[in-house]
DNA sequence: TTAACTGTATTATATCACTAATACGGTTTG
DNA sequence: CAAACCGTATTAGTGATATAATACAGTTAA
């Protein structure tokens, strides 16, 4: 079962797209596999305290997606092959660090300070693996 | 007058925090300075192709946040003064990089692997000040 | 089998970001 | 002075996000 103890909303960004990315860092990081099983609708929206509509939304898109797969009546299951997960970890990378070396590279900050920087937040920074 | 040259908004994100972001990072690099004049909103709406109150509501929190000052009929100047740059800096290191960073992390991505991944960034990317 | 769970669908409501169209009064400049 | 700017305010409408309350049919397990 995918877990979602460590999932702490942040609002700004709509929170099906919070549970996707979530889904899809796990896949990334090793710790979403194929075949493992999501928390249904309800039990998930229950959770984190949000509407059974809005987690819908999510897995509807992932399935879309071709990420995990839905048969009415029984979970939902990942479905992914390792040049998936080579794809979804390209696009992270992606939209995650473009916009951060624009917004670093507009505040001045030399390339050797920008990665200083990243260096001792990594060092306080809660994690699942130092 | 400060630039809007190099703006170029994409969506996802709210326009007028879009400008807020621009205008700080302006004056954390050094090319926006106190007394400096902005566009006026009239302007810039059309400059950036969106709708005057969008600009107006760029600007209105600017001022709440007295990085701005605005005289009805007259422009608005920036008024800023050192303690408030460095507040800005800090302000923007905090929301920009604790995301990626823990982004990263959730990815299972190294300290090695971030800072080398982002010094590869840093090249192609597009900048004022290489 | 049947009860409990599952995915899926529908309709209604509220809020926010943004657009649109004006209007009013103060400032600047020729 | 007067025209051309300027900041400010109001009202109305749209689309996206999220909530709320149901309802229906398929799957699973005691």
């Known amino acids: 079962m995918i877990s979602f103890e460590?999932?702490?909303?942040?609002d700004g960004t709509p929170i099906y797209q919070q549970i996707i990315l979530h889904?899809?860092?796990?896949?990334?990081?090793?710790?979403?596999m194929a075949g493992d099983a999501l928390p249904s609708r309800r039990v998930l929206s229950t959770l984190l305290g949000v509407?059974?509509?809005?987690?819908?939304?999510?897995?509807?898109l992932l399935e879309e997606e071709?990420?995990?797969?839905?048969?009415?009546g029984a979970k939902s299951y990942i479905v992914?092959?390792?040049?998936t997960?080579?794809?979804?970890?390209?696009?992270?990378?992606?939209t995650e660090l473009r916009g951060t070396v624009r917004a670093l590279k507009q505040?001045?900050?030399?390339?050797?300070?920008?990665t200083t920087i990243?260096?001792?937040l990594w060092e306080e920074a809660p994690s699942s693996q130092t």
């Not at 460590?6 to 942040?10: A, K, L, M, R, T």
């Not at 071709?66 to 009415?72: D, E, F, K, P, T």
């Not at 992914?80 to 040049?83: K, S």
């Open 118 to 120: 990243i260096s001792s």
């Open 107 to 114: 505040m001045g900050l030399s390339k050797e300070e920008a």
């Open 85 to 94: 997960v080579a794809r979804i970890r390209r696009q992270l990378m992606e």
């Open 6 to 10: 460590h999932f702490q909303p942040q």
């Open 66 to 72: 071709h990420l995990i797969a839905s048969h009415a």
């Open 23 to 32: 889904i899809k860092r796990g896949i990334v990081s090793g710790s979403v």
């Open 51 to 60: 509407n059974p509509n809005t987690i819908q939304k999510a897995y509807h």
């Open 80 to 83: 992914i092959d390792n040049e």
